[in-house]
C-alpha cells in the first residue's frame, strides 16, 4: 500500500476565474455552496482524529479563497499540505505559508501554444512568470507541472518540452486524459488521438530508460511508480489515487465525497466533517467491474473511480482508454529487468523510484 494516510482534498471554493475547455470554470451543483460555510474548527476537530492526514487545497481554483487557506493551515494540524492551482494567483501567496506546502500541481498543458489553447490567451506566460517567482523567493519542494492531455496534444513534445524548461524548473510532470469532458466525440477521432497518445508513451518510455543508465529517474509521475510497481511485485491494493479507500473530497458545505469532480452523482457523498470520523471512511467503496476482473488491476488499480461508476462514454470507449493505460504497462515492463541490473549494480540507489513519498494529488494512472 502506498500512501497509508488519508488524504483529504479540501474543496476551498467552486468558483474559478478561468473557463478552460475541459472544465468550463466555476462550478453551479445545487447543494454545494461556491465558498466554504463551515466552521474551520469543525474540520480541525474532524482532522485532528487522524493526525497523519494529508490535506491538498482544491477547486474550483483554490488561490481565489486565499484567506480561508491560510485560516485552514493555521488551524488545522495535518501532516503534509499540497495545493492544486491554475497558478494565475501563485504570486499572492504569502512565502510563509507558500513553503509549507509539501507540494504544488500547477495545470499548464506543455508549450505557450497548447497551454493557451486549452486555457485562454496569455495563461502560459502568467504560469511561467508566477513559478518562476516562487522559485525565485525559495520555493524548494515539489512543483509538479500538471497537464491536461487533449486533442490539441502531443504527448512526447508536451512532456519533454515541460521537463527540459530551466526557469522555472518542475520536478514533475503528470498528465491526466481529456476524456470525459472532451470535444472529441467521433469514434475515428478518438482511436486516431489515443494511437497517437500510445506511440508518443513509447518514445517517453525509451527515453525515461536512457536516463536511468545515467542514473537519473526523470520526473515523470507515472512512470515512476508504476515501474517501482512491476518491479517489486507489490500489488497495488486499490485505485492508485486512493478514491474511496484513502482518499476523499471535502466539499464548500462540509460534505465529504469519495473525489471533488462529480459532487451530483449518487455514489459520491459518504460522510460529512460535522457526524464522521476519518477511520469510518477507509475502504468504503471499492471498484468494480470491468475493473476488478482484469488482470493489470494489480498495476494500474483500476485506473479511476469515477470511470469505473459511470461509464460515460461506454463500456468499447472504456476499453479503449485501458488499452492505453495497458500499452504503458506493457513499455515500462520492457524496462524492468535493466532496472533491476542497474540498482544491483549500484547506477541506481534502491529507492530511487520511491515517488511520491505521500498522497500529492498525483492520481498516477493518466
Not at 492551482?85 to 495545470?107: G, Q
Not at 476524456?179 to 494511437?195: G, K, Q, T
Not at 497495488?236 to 473525489?259: K, N
Request: glycine share 8%; proline share 6%; aromatic share 10%.
Amino acid at each position: 500500500m502506498r500512501f497509508p494516510d488519508l488524504q483529504f482534498h479540501v474543496v476551498l471554493t467552486e468558483r474559478c476565474n478561468l473557463s478552460c475547455g475541459y472544465c468550463g470554470g466555476t462550478r453551479h451543483v445545487e447543494g454545494i455552496p461556491l465558498d466554504v460555510t463551515y466552521d474551520v474548527g469543525k474540520l480541525a476537530n474532524f482532522i485532528s482524529h487522524d493526525p497523519e492526514a494529508v490535506i491538498g487545497f482544491y477547486g474550483g481554483e483554490p488561490l481565489l479563497a486565499l484567506e480561508k487557506m491560510y485560516e485552514i493551515m493555521d488551524r488545522v494540524q495535518a501532516k503534509a499540505f499540497t495545493l492544486q492551482t491554475n497558478a494565475t494567483h501563485l504570486d499572492e501567496v504569502d512565502p510563509s505559508y507558500l513553503n509549507r506546502l509539501d507540494a504544488i500541481l500547477v495545470s499548464i498543458d506543455g508549450g505557450k501554444e497548447v497551454t493557451d489553447a486549452n486555457r485562454h490567451e496569455g495563461v502560459y506566460d502568467t504560469v511561467i512568470r508566477n513559478c518562476r517567482l516562487i522559485r525565485s523567493n525559495g520555493y524548494g519542494n515539489d512543483l509538479v507541472a500538471r497537464m491536461a492531455f487533449s486533442r490539441r496534444g502531443n504527448i512526447y513534445r508536451d512532456v519533454t518540452y515541460l521537463l527540459d524548461l530551466s526557469d522555472p524548473t518542475f520536478d514533475h510532470v503528470h498528465w491526466q486524459l481529456d476524456i470525459f469532458w472532451s470535444e472529441i466525440r467521433d469514434e475515428h477521432e478518438v482511436e486516431e488521438w489515443l494511437a497517437r497518445y500510445d506511440q508518443g508513451i513509447t518514445k517517453l518510455v525509451r527515453d525515461f530508460g536512457g536516463y536511468l543508465k545515467k542514473g537519473v529517474v526523470p520526473g515523470i509521475v507515472p512512470f515512476t511508480p508504476i515501474l517501482r510497481t512491476l518491479i517489486t511485485g507489490e500489488p497495488v491494493p486499490h485505485i492508485w489515487c486512493g478514491s474511496g479507500r484513502d482518499s476523499f473530497a471535502i466539499m464548500t458545505g462540509g460534505r465529504i465525497d469519495v473525489c471533488p469532480i462529480a459532487p451530483e452523482l449518487s455514489y459520491s457523498p459518504v460522510g460529512d466533517i460535522r457526524n464522521s470520523t476519518p477511520e469510518s471512511l477507509r475502504d468504503i467503496l471499492p471498484v468494480g467491474e470491468p475493473c476488478s476482473l482484469c488482470p493489470d488491476k494489480w498495476v494500474c488499480g483500476g485506473r479511476c473511480l469515477f470511470a469505473n461508476k459511470t461509464n460515460f462514454w461506454g463500456r468499447k470507449w472504456f476499453e479503449r482508454v485501458c488499452a492505453s493505460t495497458r500499452h504503458m504497462i506493457r513499455e515500462l515492463e520492457t524496462l524492468v529487468e535493466p532496472t533491476k541490473k542497474l540498482m544491483h549494480e549500484g547506477v541506481l540507489d534502491a529507492d530511487a523510484l520511491d515517488y511520491p513519498d505521500i498522497n500529492n494529488g498525483c492520481e498516477i494512472i493518466p
